[in-house]
């Protein structure tokens, strides 16, 4: 049974570039929640995705975009890329919205 | 969200046990407490969650204070491979969403 999976595990930007980040949520759920982790803190809510629409919002700017498609799998997109994304972005499947929650490796981006 | 407070950092020796504490004065009598654990370059992974009484799992323990202020994560025995960033996380039951408020967590070492 394949756990959560994300993709790229790498990848490098510049400033005002754009990015998309992928996530195949573990089977049997169909939510995806995204948070972004910068070094040497805890990961930070960024939104989550229920029945292809977005259901809840951390405290991110419009920049931040999501969508989840009919197979539960979902992107998040990130506008004019600024040095501060630099993060580890980190997906989480769950079943529902209140189930627990599993996540995968993440998405290491860099900005310069 | 109620907030939790954990030392910054801990060092144990192998095969010795491990207690990880926890405080979070302003808990709510819903507020289930939840662990998570982040291993050097992967995601968090749930550890163990209890609301009053104290729960053991193949993974850990997780004693509850009788006042439900501070709860204690409790590791029988330390292996290399449990050198992680322990989260301590409040999450309400019922509520409508499995967000995760996470802090800086507790850093643990764990010598030879």
């Known amino acids: ?112 | 969200d109620a907030k939790t407070t954990q030392p910054n950092s801990m060092e144990s020796n192998e095969e010795e046990p491990v207690h990880l504490p926890c405080n979070h004065s302003t808990i709510s009598g819903t507020d289930y407490i939840h662990w998570y654990r982040q291993l050097p370059s992967q995601g968090p992974e749930y550890v163990i969650h209890g609301l009053t009484s104290n729960v053991n799992n193949r993974m850990a323990s997780l004693a509850i204070a009788e006042d439900r202020k501070s709860s204690t994560l409790i590791l029988h025995r330390a292996t290399l491979r449990d050198a992680a960033v322990y989260y301590c996380i409040l999450m309400r039951y019922g509520g409508a969403t499995n967000k995760l408020i996470f802090g800086t967590g507790t850093l643990l070492a764990v010598q030879p």
């Open chain 1, 1 to 112: 049974d394949a756990g959560v999976t994300q993709s790229p595990t790498h990848l490098i930007k510049t400033r005002g570039q754009q990015v998309t980040l992928r996530c195949s949520p573990k089977s049997g759920h169909d939510t995806v929640s995204w948070y972004q982790q910068a070094l040497g803190q805890g990961p930070q809510f960024i939104f989550q995705y229920y029945e292809e629409e977005e259901r809840q919002r951390g405290n991110f700017p419009d920049r931040f975009s999501g969508h989840q498609f009919p197979n539960y799998s979902s992107e998040l997109n990130v506008n004019a890329l600024l040095l501060g994304d630099s993060a580890l972005y980190l997906c989480a499947s769950s079943r529902r919205s209140t189930g627990e929650l599993f996540f995968g490796e993440g998405s290491r981006l860099t900005v310069l």
